[in-house]
């Protein structure tokens, strides 16, 4: 619990430059400190969020970095309690405030009707988890999750993609609890719109693979979690692009990701075609020397849960992708080269053709299983394939890997027939 605490504190900055705010959260029943209440600053022209802070022990808490001279209004809110909301202004004069102690009142139900300001906290506590609330933080509507995150004071996105927020490093990240795709962070937070999303969470997972309490809390992990709208759990989203230089040289890739509830199906393509004249240091009276080089690759991905929503300790899916690329390289010598000499003249004529290739077809599958027995143990399974042809003229070279619970991988490497490949293939599903 205390690194989670530890987690969710915003820097504290002390710029001379800057204003603050600070004082401790009480309920105004018993004066019983309050913590993890939600303290947000808001620019007041245009609700923009400045800044956040979660209660710490005692309820208290001091916000630092902010703007002076710009009117400014604190919201404080906790569950169970009507929202505290009040407009302040900061300058050279007076840039900090100490609000000394806010008595927070039990919500009864009518006490809202009496709020004149409304807002949405932007960052709450629901037990353990840091819950990040999309309707308290002013964005476009066709911005994704990538922007949204950047808002959040105390999350920071590295050039690298990483992820971390308050220094602590995001090492998992999910969409309604489970992997989004191939599981990489640009894929979901550049690509899921803000509109679709309910609310992100950040909370620590436990590996329960431990024994121990203690081996338990030094291997957790910190764990992004996007929660989306139920409406918006369905989409699709990809890109394209082409190039095109000197030489009548092209190319181009694209990529397509259709996802619902219970299957995700990725596309993708890639091609370039390049033209390249090959000089030469001695005087050429006629060079037709070219160089063409053209690589393409296409491929599918799917993955197939078998519930809506089974939870991550207890799911089951069925993944599989096909892959084929080629390359072609061929290089045309069409030249006549003539050297003066003393007397005479020399003319060399070469002309020559070649020509190199091949096919690469990859496919693999799986089936997952995650159970969660009891609360303490978790149980693993896969079985899988993956075939690997490489082509290249006439021969076929294919490895085989097959996944079976409880084995080291099986490595196969022979030569065989197509057909007898497909076969293999079928057998292995069938098992």
Same mark, same amino acid.
């Given at each position: 619990?205390?690194?989670?605490?530890?987690l969710?504190?915003?820097?504290?900055?002390?710029a001379?430059?800057?204003?603050?705010?600070?004082g401790?959260?009480?309920?105004?029943l018993?004066?019983?400190?309050?913590?993890?209440?939600?303290?947000t600053?808001?620019?007041?022209?245009?609700?923009?969020?400045?800044?956040?802070?979660i209660?710490?022990?005692?309820g208290?808490?001091?916000?630092?970095?902010l703007?002076?001279?710009?009117?400014?209004?604190?919201?404080?809110?906790h569950?169970?309690?009507a929202?505290?909301?009040?407009?302040?202004?900061?300058?050279?004069?007076?840039?900090?405030m100490?609000?000394?102690?806010?008595?927070?009142?039990?919500?009864?139900?009518?006490?809202?009707?009496?709020?004149v300001?409304?807002s949405?906290?932007?960052?709450t506590?629901? !037990?353990?988890?840091l819950?990040?609330n999309p309707a308290g933080?002013? $964005?476009d509507? #066709? %911005?994704? &999750?990538? +922007?949204?995150l950047?808002?959040?004071?105390g999350i920071?996105?590295w050039?690298?993609?990483?992820?971390?927020i308050?220094?602590?490093?995001?090492t998992?990240?999910y969409?309604?609890?489970?992997?989004?795709f191939?599981?990489?962070?640009?894929?979901?937070?550049?690509?899921?719109p803000?509109h679709?999303?309910?609310?992100?969470?950040?909370?620590?997972?436990?590996d329960?693979?431990?024994?121990?309490a203690a081996?338990?809390?030094?291997d957790?992990?910190?764990?992004?979690?996007?929660?989306?709208k139920?409406?918006?759990?369905k989409?699709?989203?990809?890109?394209?692009?082409a190039?095109?230089?000197?030489n009548?040289?092209?190319?181009?890739?694209m990529?397509?990701?259709v996802?619902?509830?219970?299957t995700?199906? !990725?596309?993708?393509?890639?091609?370039?075609?390049v033209?390249?004249? $090959?000089?030469? #240091? %001695?005087? &050429?009276? +006629?060079?037709?020397?070219?160089?063409?080089?053209?690589?393409?690759?296409?491929?599918?991905?799917?993955?197939?849960?078998?519930k809506?929503?089974?939870?991550?300790?207890?799911?089951?899916?069925?993944?599989?992708?096909?892959?084929?690329?080629?390359?072609?390289?061929?290089a045309?010598t069409n030249r006549?080269?003539?050297?003066?000499?003393?007397?005479?003249?020399?003319?060399?004529?070469?002309?020559?053709?070649n020509?190199s290739?091949y096919l690469?077809?990859s496919?693999?599958g799986?089936?997952d299983?995650?159970?969660?027995?009891?609360?303490?143990l978790?149980m693993p399974?896969?079985?899988g394939?993956k075939?690997?042809m490489l082509?290249?003229?006439?021969s076929?070279?294919t490895e085989?890997?097959?996944f079976l619970?409880a084995?080291?991988?099986?490595?196969?490497?022979?030569?065989?027939?197509?057909?007898?490949?497909?076969?293999?293939?079928?057998t292995t599903?069938?098992?």
């Amino acid at each position: 619990m205390l690194i989670i605490i530890l987690l969710l504190q915003s820097v504290v900055s002390f710029a001379q430059k800057a204003g603050s705010i600070k004082g401790a959260v009480v309920s105004s029943l018993d004066s019983a400190a309050l913590r993890a209440a939600t303290v947000t600053v808001y620019k007041k022209a245009d609700s923009s969020l400045v800044n956040y802070q979660i209660t710490r022990e005692r309820g208290v808490f001091e916000i630092a970095d902010l703007p002076l001279k710009t009117a400014l209004f604190v919201s404080i809110t906790h569950t169970g309690y009507a929202g505290f909301y009040n407009a302040f202004y900061l300058d050279s004069a007076q840039a900090h405030m100490d609000l000394k102690w806010i008595g927070l009142i039990k919500d009864t139900g009518q006490l809202m009707e009496e709020v004149v300001v409304k807002s949405v906290a932007p960052v709450t506590m629901n !037990g353990d988890t840091l819950e990040i609330n999309p309707a308290g933080i002013k $964005l476009d509507s #066709i %911005e994704v &999750v990538d +922007e949204l995150l950047s808002r959040v004071p105390g999350i920071t996105r590295w050039q690298d993609s990483s992820l971390t927020i308050n220094g602590k490093k995001v090492t998992k990240l999910y969409v309604d609890g489970r992997p989004f795709f191939d599981g990489s962070f640009n894929m979901a937070v550049k690509n899921l719109p803000k509109h679709a999303v309910d609310k992100i969470q950040v909370y620590q997972e436990k590996d329960i693979y431990k024994q121990t309490a203690a081996d338990i809390a030094k291997d957790s992990t910190v764990v992004l979690n996007i929660k989306l709208k139920p409406d918006k759990r369905k989409g699709y989203f990809g890109n394209t692009n082409a190039q095109a230089g000197t030489n009548d040289s092209y190319g181009g890739n694209m990529s397509l990701q259709v996802y619902n509830k219970k299957t995700h199906l !990725g596309f993708n393509g890639h091609g370039n075609i390049v033209r390249n004249a $090959l000089g030469d #240091i %001695e005087p &050429v009276v +006629e060079n037709k020397d070219l160089n063409l080089r053209s690589n393409w690759d296409l491929g599918t991905t799917f993955r197939q849960y078998f519930k809506e929503n089974a939870g991550l300790y207890n799911d089951r899916s069925l993944n599989g992708g096909y892959n084929v690329s080629g390359n072609r390289n061929s290089a045309v010598t069409n030249r006549t080269t003539v050297k003066n000499l003393a007397d005479s003249k020399l003319t060399d004529i070469n002309e020559g053709y070649n020509l190199s290739r091949y096919l690469r077809q990859s496919a693999n599958g799986s089936y997952d299983v995650r159970k969660k027995k009891n609360p303490s143990l978790l149980m693993p399974a896969m079985r899988g394939w993956k075939v690997v042809m490489l082509q290249k003229e006439t021969s076929l070279l294919t490895e085989m890997i097959l996944f079976l619970p409880a084995a080291q991988p099986i490595n196969l490497r022979v030569k065989v027939p197509i057909t007898s490949l497909v076969l293999m293939v079928i057998t292995t599903i069938c098992r």
